[in-house]
């Protein structure tokens, strides 16, 4: 996405340039003022871009937030206890012991650990996607 924007900028870069020279030959302005044209056009897109980045990179980071991504031991854990059967059971939709994902019961989007064998529970793909990252009653 940057690169095509990068690219626009520096074609119409080039064509200010182009025209500028054009212009500088047929009426009399010298190069320079071409060249000048042409840098502060492009200083003005950069500064453009940079403060566009910045305010997208400020970002709140929550301290001590674990990722999401399971540990192998726990996830192994967690099979052994459920005993790789779903426990969502959501009636229609339920596999039972098929296409089993490791669920959060409080969802990680919400603040829930993704370390804690307490927050989480085997569930089959269909369960899992109906719960979504809804609260538990």
């Known amino acids: 996405m940057n690169l095509r924007r990068h690219l626009y900028a520096l074609a119409a870069a080039l064509m200010a340039f182009g025209i500028l020279t054009v212009m500088s030959g047929a009426f009399g302005l010298p190069v320079l003022v071409a060249f000048l044209a042409l840098s502060g056009g492009c200083t003005a897109l950069y500064f453009h871009y940079r403060r566009r980045s910045a305010r997208?990179?400020?970002?709140?980071?929550?301290?001590?937030?674990?990722?999401?991504?399971?540990?192998?031991?726990?996830?192994?854990?967690?099979?052994?206890?459920?005993?790789?059967?779903?426990?969502?059971?959501?009636?229609?939709?339920?596999?039972?012991?098929?296409?089993?994902?490791?669920?959060?019961?409080?969802?990680?989007?919400?603040?829930?650990?993704?370390?804690?064998m307490s927050n989480l529970q085997c569930a089959c793909h269909p369960c899992n996607a109906h719960k979504g990252a809804r609260v538990p009653v």
């Open 56 to 116: 997208a990179a400020i970002v709140p980071v929550t301290p001590a937030r674990d990722d999401r991504v399971i540990p192998r031991d726990v996830r192994v854990a967690v099979i052994a206890r459920d005993g790789g059967k779903c426990q969502l059971r959501y009636p229609g939709i339920c596999l039972v012991d098929k296409q089993i994902d490791i669920d959060h019961i409080f969802p990680w989007a919400r603040g829930g650990s993704s370390k804690d």
